[in-house]
């Protein structure tokens, strides 16, 4: 059974930190590229963040700078580290793990809020 299990979610003020993790099973997590996309109710799903099997890394627009995705593949774990967080980078924040196309597994999802 494949699993993934987003964690580190909350409230956090403007300005603040956050560290996202992703705790995947019953997949061979190291073959996988691994993302992390975020979704605000009545919009549509977009893509925060991707690392590839092999490490390359991509970002959306809106998080250059301030987001950094990284994969341990001997713990089966992605992580998103967040800084500088806006208002607008509420959401929720889901995990995502695709066999280059073949195959694509989602976690439940993680509340991120953004607020004073």
């Known amino acids: 059974q494949v699993r993934l299990v987003e964690s580190g979610g909350g409230l956090v003020q403007p300005g603040g930190s956050l560290r996202l993790s992703c705790a995947a099973s019953g997949i061979t997590f190291s073959l996988y590229n691994m993302g992390w996309y975020r979704q605000i109710p009545g919009k549509e799903r977009e893509l925060v963040a991707g690392i590839t099997s092999g490490g390359s890394t991509n970002y959306g627009d809106s998080v250059k700078g301030r987001f950094t995705i990284s994969r341990d593949n001997g713990k089966n774990s992605v992580y998103l580290q967040m800084i500088s967080l806006k208002p607008e980078d509420t959401a929720v924040y889901y995990c995502?793990?695709?066999?280059?196309?073949?195959?694509?597994?989602w976690g439940q999802g993680t509340l991120v809020t953004v607020s004073s």
């Open positions: 995502n793990a695709d066999l280059a196309g073949k195959v694509e597994y």
